[in-house]
């Protein structure tokens, strides 16, 4: 069966817009229809064999040889004139009736009645994405590339209606889109998403140098904006608060084993002076310097009074250190901060602090009393000592929170306070700075606070204690310490007879407690 006269067709080869007779171009696309039909003649009517072509020449059916020396007819931009696009048409130079040549796929004619396995051959399968993709960017520039193309088998035209006229390239099926072919540039990008940080309010800006999101300008947390830490006798929480820019406060936890293998429990908790340099750098600096030399002297063996003095002076020496770096600033202090730590263990509490940063005692038993087992080196606590006011006047003015004591190069003088207690059952330890105890001053205030189950849920405890402090306004940064206090097996130690944690200094203070072995 021979095909159709193509000087009679009915569409143009490329893009399959109906076309009249006697059109020298297609109108939609630009064809030269003339060329096409010139192409056309080089065949004699038998259509291609449907393989493609083998080491570059296609097969023949009837074994003739293919001629040699002929070259195809360049394929027109579709910008070009029409007489000059016409003019290349013609000017080509066809093959033998019998002869395969390569022909640009944009000149391709389009078979009218052969079926699509049939069609003409192309650079490669249609279901070959890359190969596909190869062809389609040679027909683009115009230049021979193999043999004429049925264009219902490019990638582009296969879901297409053929009467319908598109501008742009269908997408490619999805089985063949990996990355690989040209044109799927509308196709998704595949892979997993950009690592890039992203605002924590809008959820699609990136974050610049300074912190601000490119596209909402929020001012993205630092890390020290909220921090968490749970071990498994001890957990601590830090955070901001609501009106400071930075958080000034710092923790550091650990546990350690004395020379016998008796667990014991570290937390120290450190709030930076406003007024001061580099605050958030000192009470990093302190509270790190008192961690780590606690867990050197607990395996060493020694005292948990001597334990706690030898790490307050190593965080006032890495204070010292600090401001030894720091450029003099006559506007400023140098570099400062309030410091108190807990050594728990071996049945034996011991507590240490300079400044106004205080530890609780918390029974587990409600009924029990709770304590404030430190003392404040402030103006406040200095008023009362003196017994110019009580507590209630002293605390009113506004001069209750200048301290009287700090870690710093510029500090009057070291005076560390330690104290040991001997608590009669199972409590807690809240280690904290004046960003907490400000909502919950007194002891009873304290205990109110911390949820009952905060022996056994550290971390909820301290995570709570920090909501509580920021629900009832969060003026300062604040930062807890919640240590888990068990029992002591055998009967309690007692060192004056008074119940629950015996009080700091030996003085019946506010809380009601008694006195205590102590060294201040």
């Known amino acids: 069966m021979t095909m159709p006269q193509l000087d009679q ?3 143009c080869p490329r893009c ?3 076309v009249e007779e006697g059109d020298r171009f297609c109108g939609a696309c630009g064809t030269d229809l003339h060329a096409a039909r010139a192409a056309a003649a080089a065949f004699d009517g038998t259509p291609p064999p449907s393989g493609g072509p083998v080491n570059g020449a296609r097969p023949r059916q009837d074994g003739a040889a293919p001629a040699s020396g002929t070259e195809a007819p360049a394929s027109p931009s579709p910008a070009a004139s029409p007489g000059g696009a016409g003019q290349q048409g013609r000017g080509a130079d066809p093959a033998a009736p019998q002869e395969d040549f390569p022909l640009a796929p944009a000149a391709a004619p389009v078979p009218q009645q052969a079926p699509a396995t049939g069609a003409a051959g192309t650079a490669g399968t249609a279901g070959t994405a890359d190969t596909a993709g190869t062809a389609g960017t040679a027909g683009t520039a115009g230049a021979p590339s193999g043999p004429p ?6 990638p582009q035209a296969a879901p297409r209606d053929p009467r319908t006229v598109h501008d742009e390239p269908a997408a490619p099926h999805p089985e ?3 990355g690989t072919v040209e044109e799927s540039v509308s196709a998704p990008l595949s892979g997993p998403e950009p690592l890039w940080p992203r605002c924590v309010a809008c959820g699609t800006g990136a974050i610049d140098d300074d912190g601000y999101c490119e596209h909402c300008g929020h001012k993205q947390p630092r890390e020290r904006d909220h921090m968490e830490t749970a071990l498994e006798t001890v957990a601590a929480a830090s955070d901001r608060g609501l009106r400071h820019h930075r958080n000034e406060d710092f923790y550091a936890v650990a546990e350690a084993r004395t020379g016998e293998g008796a667990p014991v429990t570290i937390a120290v908790v450190c709030d930076g002076v406003s007024s001061a340099t580099r605050p958030d ?3 990093a600096v302190a509270a790190r310097a008192a961690r780590d030399a606690l867990a050197l002297a607990v395996p060493r063996g020694s005292g948990p009074r001597d334990a706690m003095h030898e790490a307050l002076v190593a965080a006032s020496e890495a204070v010292d250190e600090l401001a030894a770096d720091t450029p003099p600033d006559p506007a400023r202090n140098a570099p400062a901060c309030t410091i108190v730590g807990a050594l728990a263990g071996e049945g034996m509490l011991t507590v240490g602090w300079v400044g106004d940063s205080r530890a609780y005692w918390v029974p587990h038993d409600r009924t029990e009393q709770p304590s404030r087992l430190t003392e404040d080196d402030s103006w406040a606590a200095q008023m009362v000592a003196a017994g110019l006011m009580n507590e209630a006047e002293a605390y009113a003015d506004a001069r209750a929170h200048a301290i009287t004591g700090w870690l710093g190069a510029d500090s009057y003088e070291l005076d560390p306070h330690t104290a040991t207690f ?6 807690v330890v809240v280690v904290c700075t004046d960003g907490l105890w400000n909502y919950a001053e007194s002891a009873q205030d304290m205990a109110a606070a911390v949820p009952e189950a905060a022996l056994s849920r550290p971390l909820m405890a301290a995570q709570h204690l920090v909501g509580y402090a920021l629900d009832g306004g969060g003026h ?11 029992g002591p097996a055998a009967a309690p130690q007692q060192t ?6 015996a009080r700091v200094d030996g003085a019946a203070g506010a809380d009601g407690t008694g006195g205590a072995e102590h060294a201040g």
């Open 16 to 18: 399959e817009e109906p």
């Open 9 to 11: 067709m009915s569409a």
């Open 496 to 501: 004056d007879g008074a119940a629950g944690a």
């Open 176 to 178: 063949h889109s990996d």
């Open 149 to 154: 193309r049925d264009p219902r088998r490019e």
């Open 281 to 283: 750098e000192a009470s």
């Open 422 to 427: 001997a608590p009669h059952g199972p409590g």
């Open 476 to 486: 300062d940064n604040v930062t807890v310490a919640v240590v888990p206090f068990p």
